[in-house]
């Protein structure tokens, strides 16, 4: 895949991602959130792998999370999670379906539930050692993967204001351990990959500071439509045209969760406005888990990206691949 654009979807393995075990439903006619077992659905799992390979995606984004076994910390896993050797199955039919498996573990104190305890431990001996550990064995069940998302994104206070304890990391530690993470991931030769919406907010600290060595994924779910100064939204949307005017590396991150051609007009940004060279592929996140239910949506999601890509690069498909029409 060296010289190949990355066509990557995002699929869940974990769900722990957000809530407290406490965290009330979000509103009378929703079951609480939170969940002890992660749910995920092996039949829905299969199917999804099987469509992206018919859509010759090429990248698949695991959200690992609590969904193994750890040998380290057992303590960590969900009651149902998936044995090391059950997922490295798993992960030879997405290679023998031509797909790559790389994995995420989200290390943004707003999105930590799977770490258990851990999460309130965060930036203490005890945390790196925990998060070292789970590195390491992630990093060996994947066959030491070319990536590693360590995700990062969206630690404010205000993201976490219904959580028991709001954990933020300001400053030189925030850095501290987004590079003690991405050592960590570098040590089984995976490039650290992160959300970049940390620019949105700090951006002279970011242009400083973060290296060149880091994946980037700037990611907008709204419509590209309006993108003058004035809006709202104008940093989010801007930043994948900052990463690219100082030379990041990035894939930029779409998804339906807000507008349905999101995906097409992200694509169709990083092919009109962004440096060739330093775009590394797209990737779609649908932010639905892995359940039964969610198969459908699961599916159009994939299709929202492959359309895009018919649309915006149709030479990196194959010539007889049957079209569809846009």
């Known amino acids: 895949m060296k010289n190949e654009l990355y066509w990557g979807f995002?699929?869940?393995?974990s769900h722990h991602m957000w809530d407290d075990e406490t965290s009330p439903a979000a509103g009378w006619y929703m079951e609480p959130y939170y969940h002890e077992n992660n749910?995920?659905?092996?039949?829905?799992?299969?199917?999804?792998v099987r469509y992206l390979a018919e859509r010759r995606y090429n990248l698949v984004l695991v959200d690992?999370?609590?969904?193994?076994?750890?040998?380290?910390?057992?303590?960590?896993?969900?009651?149902?999670?998936?044995?090391?050797?059950?997922?490295?199955?798993?992960?030879?039919?997405m290679r023998a379906k031509g797909l790559t498996?790389?994995?995420k573990l989200n290390f943004s104190t707003c999105h930590d539930t799977w770490l258990k305890q851990y999460r309130r431990m965060v930036s203490t001996p005890t945390y790196y050692k925990v998060c070292a550990d789970v590195i390491r064995e992630v990093c060996e069940v994947f066959g030491n993967p070319p990536l590693?998302?360590?995700?990062?994104?969206?630690?404010?206070?205000?993201?976490?204001?219904?959580?028991?304890?709001?954990?933020?990391?300001?400053?030189d530690l925030w850095w501290h351990d987004l590079f003690f993470l991405a050592r960590e991931c570098e040590k089984y030769g995976a490039r650290p990959w992160i959300w970049s919406d940390y620019l949105w907010h700090h951006e002279e600290a970011f242009l400083k500071n973060m290296p060149k060595s880091i994946m980037q994924s700037n990611w907008y779910y709204g419509t590209l439509k309006d993108r003058s100064p004035e809006t709202q939204t104008y940093r989010e949307i801007h930043g994948y045209e900052l990463l690219d005017q100082h030379g990041y590396d990035q894939i930029p991150t779409g998804s339906t969760w807000n507008c349905i051609h999101n995906m097409s007009q992200t694509v169709g940004l990083g092919k009109d406005r962004l440096n060739p060279d330093l775009v590394k592929g797209y990737l779609i996140a649908p932010w639905r888990f892995t359940y039964a239910s969610e198969r459908f949506r699961?599916?159009?999601?994939?299709?929202?990206?492959?359309?895009?890509?018919?649309?915006?690069?149709?030479?990196?498909?194959?010539?007889?691949?049957?079209?569809?029409?846009?």
């Open 101 to 103: 498996p790389v994995p």
């Open 148 to 171: 590693f998302h360590l995700g990062f994104d969206e630690e404010i206070a205000d993201y976490q204001s219904h959580y028991d304890m709001c954990i933020v990391r300001n400053g």
């Open 39 to 48: 749910n995920t659905d092996i039949a829905t799992w299969d199917n999804t």
């Open 10 to 13: 995002m699929l869940k393995l």
């Open 64 to 93: 690992v999370g609590d969904g193994v076994k750890y040998e380290s910390h057992p303590e960590i896993s969900s009651p149902d999670a998936w044995d090391k050797d059950f997922l490295k199955k798993k992960l030879d039919e």
């Open 298 to 326: 699961l599916m159009d999601d994939a299709e929202r990206l492959f359309l895009a890509r018919q649309k915006w690069y149709p030479e990196t498909l194959p010539k007889d691949l049957p079209k569809i029409a846009y």
